[in-house]
């Protein structure tokens, strides 16, 4: 019995729901809750990597928490695309959706 039709259509409306559903964000704006704090505000996030920055990153402590691979993310994001919160989101979306892909190929073959 081959399960391949059927993995491959629940994998396509998997993938089709949570681009109907989360697609949207890709186009909000940044939410005033702790975006400030980590972006907007922040002047070491904004000027992308630099060694200064990515000293910074290992050093600092701002908003309470020491987290420089979070501060590192957000300064490539930052380099990636600016000040535009949606191109975070359409990668995530395309990283899952290849990852759902390599995962239901190899259940479609056998």
């Not at 990153?57 to 930052?78: N, R, V």
Request: aromatic content about 16%; charged content about 15%.
């Amino acid at each position: 019995m081959s399960y391949g039709p059927r993995v491959m259509m629940t994998s396509d409306v998997t993938e089709y729901v949570v681009l109907v559903v989360f697609g949207r964000l890709a186009f909000f704006d940044f939410v005033f809750f702790d975006d400030h704090l980590y972006v907007i505000e922040k002047p070491q996030v904004l000027a992308g990597l630099t060694p200064e920055s990515i000293r910074w990153a290992f050093t600092a402590t701002d908003a309470g928490f020491w987290h420089p691979l979070t501060w590192l993310s957000l300064m490539i994001d930052h380099e990636i695309w600016g000040l535009n919160p949606g191109g975070g989101i359409t990668l995530l979306m395309s990283c899952s959706t290849w990852r759902r892909r390599c995962f239901f190929l190899p259940l479609c073959i056998a």
